[in-house]
């Protein structure tokens, strides 16, 4: 079945760039997608990527989606304290001839923000 | 102010009971989403509703049972019959079920502990 991998855990110092990981196994995904959780908090939409673009750029967030290798990253400019939080890459992922779509989500990478 | 609500945000239930958890949008959204979240694990789908008066199983929904009356509320009852309830329930809605765009928006999500 599909599957989304992602590292458990990313520590960075404040200021430095985060870049946080991730691989998925449908290569029909037509949509990939980064979620923020703080702790204690629901989910919060940070940025998506349609299947048919390489990247996308949004203030301090980049992502860059290489379909050959089923590969998505996230990166964090100038990382700050208040960006500590679980990010969990997502793919929708389904059947297109039975109209059947699910989001599917990797487990989430902790990001740690050292002082 | 538009979003998702669910509530309580904390609920504790004794063994053997059935406990119902409210989630609410006024997105106008058509879809809606119950997951569960365990620590260090990502999302799984409990059942989700493309419309009103329709709901589907997701990947774990023994245990549990939802209804849709209304397009605005999706209530997930955890039943007895749900042998390790205690977990992070997270409730989302999407515009709709076109096909391949599945943007979901979260709640804030409910913590519930079987004592």
């Known amino acids: 079945g599909e599957d989304v991998e992602q590292s458990l855990f990313l520590s960075v110092r404040e200021g430095d760039s985060s870049v946080i990981n991730c691989t998925y196994t449908?290569?029909?995904?037509?949509?990939l997608y980064w979620y923020k959780q703080e702790p204690g908090a629901g989910l919060q939409l940070l940025t998506y990527?349609?299947?048919?673009?390489d990247m996308k750029q949004d203030q301090r967030l980049t992502v860059l989606l290489n379909k050959k290798d089923k590969h998505l990253s996230l990166r964090i400019a100038d990382t700050q304290t208040g960006d500590s939080a679980i990010y969990f890459c997502?793919?929708?992922?389904?059947?297109?001839?039975?109209?059947?779509?699910?989001?599917?989500f990797g487990k989430g990478t902790k990001l740690s923000v050292i002082p | 102010d538009g979003g998702i609500t669910q509530s309580p945000k904390y609920l504790f239930r004794k063994e053997g009971q059935n406990v119902t958890l409210s989630c609410e949008q006024n997105?106008?959204?058509?879809?809606m989403y119950w997951y569960r979240q365990d620590p260090g694990q990502g999302l799984r789908l409990i059942y989700y509703?493309?419309?009103?008066?329709?709901?589907q199983k997701g990947d774990i929904a023994e245990g549990y049972s939802v209804s849709r009356e209304k397009k605005e509320s999706f209530p997930l009852t955890v039943t007895s019959a749900q042998k390790n309830p205690t977990a992070f329930y997270l409730c989302?809605?999407?515009?709709?079920?076109?096909?391949?765009?599945?943007?979901?928006?979260f709640g804030p999500g409910t913590r519930l502990l079987v004592l």
């Open positions: 990527i349609f299947s048919n673009m």
């Open positions: 997105l106008n959204h058509d879809a």
């Open positions: 989302a809605s999407s515009i709709d079920w076109t096909g391949y765009q599945e943007t979901q928006y």
């Open positions: 509703s493309q419309i009103v008066n329709d709901f």
């Open positions: 449908d290569s029909s995904s037509t949509y």
């Open positions: 997502a793919e929708v992922s389904g059947d297109s001839g039975a109209g059947s779509y699910q989001l599917t």
